[in-house]
């Protein structure tokens, strides 16, 4: 594994989806994110971390996204919240929807396993039916990315 320089002053998320993706930090941290796993990083202070991604039958799919702390929590201490797909809360919806709901609640009161004090995101890998739609309500103020 090849050490990434500092990261500092923000929270990465990553949701994968094919592959997986190994990490470790100097903190003692280290695990495997599989499929439908999700590693919540709080850099804060700062981390020094490495990851390598591993293909599955070719395959390496996911994403992460970058969030930047809010300047009173820039230096707060680093942590790890890291859930495997089995602990990703799992509502199934009589149409045949599926939400997987890493953090926040779902309208019909499915709650993730990410927790934060200070903010209170909203995290979902949804899969709809065939011919359903859903309705999700989205507080004021709230920033969304679909």
């Known amino acids: 594994m090849v050490f990434q320089p500092p990261h500092r002053g923000f929270e990465t998320v990553t949701y994968v989806l094919a592959g997986c993706m190994r990490h470790k930090d100097i903190m003692g941290n280290e695990g495997v994110i599989k499929v439908h796993g999700v590693q919540w990083m709080t850099a804060g202070k700062g981390i020094v971390h490495s990851e390598m991604q591993e293909q599955d039958r ?12 809010p300047s009173k929590d820039k230096m707060c201490e680093s942590k790890y919240q890291e859930f495997v797909a089995q602990d990703v809360t799992l509502e199934q919806r009589e149409d045949g929807s599926q939400l997987k709901v890493v953090a926040g609640a779902t309208d019909k009161g499915s709650v993730g396993p990410v927790e934060r004090d200070d903010i209170n995101p909203t995290f979902m890998d949804i899969i709809l039916g065939p011919g359903s739609a859903l309705k999700q309500q ?3 103020g709230d920033t969304a990315f679909i």
Do not use: D, M, P
Request: aromatic residues 14%; without cysteine; glycine residues 14%.
């Open 58 to 69: 070719g395959l390496l799919v996911g994403f992460r996204l970058w969030v930047n702390l």
């Open 138 to 140: 989205i507080k004021q």
